[in-house]
């Protein structure tokens, strides 16, 4: 049973447009967040993160919201860019846990940026 | 250039086959995983080496047996692997041991077993 989902394979947006990717937990031990982006043939790079006890983090165009009582995260892109198009993975981890060790992936959204 | 590198990029080999992959990471970075990403699956956490210790070994059978020489070395040595084996298999490395140290990936290994 998937601890972390992304219900959305993929997302198709307009540059210059918001883009909206959302995830899904169901686990209440949860208290930590995290956002990669991949890029075919490379490997995952950390975007953005936000801890429990926060329900916003902002950096650039990139937005995270938390909402713990919905289990529910997203990331905000504005304004879109043709470059943001990649593959975005949320992830979640107890913050007590050691790094990585308990850090549970979605399967990803595919985000489409078309100019 | 990432900070992690490993090689091979590509791999292909056949079920009697003994392969090995390498990570290496120039970030000083404390802890090391090896992560399997197949098709349309999540990414799964297979191993967490921490100050070249094991820390973690999330039942991964044992055809898959991993080496860490020191801390900014990671192997993964494979034998008599499974076609279901094929997948991107990634390496990571994080400065610290709090869960809020992001990970920070190489570009992986494509493995195919055929």
């Known amino acids: 049973d998937q601890q972390v989902k992304q219900n959305s394979p993929s997302l198709s947006v307009q540059e210059g447009r918001i883009s909206i990717l959302n995830c899904d937990y169901t686990n209440s031990m949860f208290d930590y967040f995290l956002w990669y982006k991949k890029y075919p043939a490379e490997g995952p790079t950390f975007l953005i993160s936000i801890s429990s006890i926060k329900d916003k983090n902002e950096d650039g165009r990139f937005t995270v919201f938390l909402n713990k009582s919905a289990k529910h995260l997203s990331l905000h892109i504005v304004p879109s860019q043709p470059g943001d198009s990649a593959v975005y993975f949320c992830a979640a981890s107890p913050l007590h846990n050691q790094a990585g060790t308990a850090l549970i992936f979605g399967k990803g959204t595919t985000l489409s940026v078309s100019s | 250039e990432t900070g992690v590198t490993q090689t091979p990029r590509h791999l292909v080999m056949g079920m009697t086959n003994k392969k090995s992959l390498k990570c290496e990471q120039h970030?000083?970075?404390?802890?090391m995983y090896w992560y399997k990403q197949s098709a349309k699956k999540p990414l799964e956490l297979m191993f967490v080496?921490?100050?070249?210790?094991?820390?973690e070994n999330n039942s991964v059978p044992s055809r898959f047996s991993p080496e860490c020489p020191n801390s900014s070395h990671l192997f993964l040595h494979l034998h008599t692997l499974q076609p279901e084996d094929s997948a991107l298999y990634l390496c990571?490395?994080?400065?610290?041991?709090?869960?809020?140290?992001?990970?920070?990936f190489g570009n992986g290994t494509r493995l195919t077993v055929t």
């Open positions: 970030l000083g970075h404390n802890a």
């Open positions: 080496y921490s100050l070249e210790e094991r820390v």
């Open positions: 990571a490395s994080s400065p610290g041991q709090a869960a809020n140290s992001p990970l920070h």
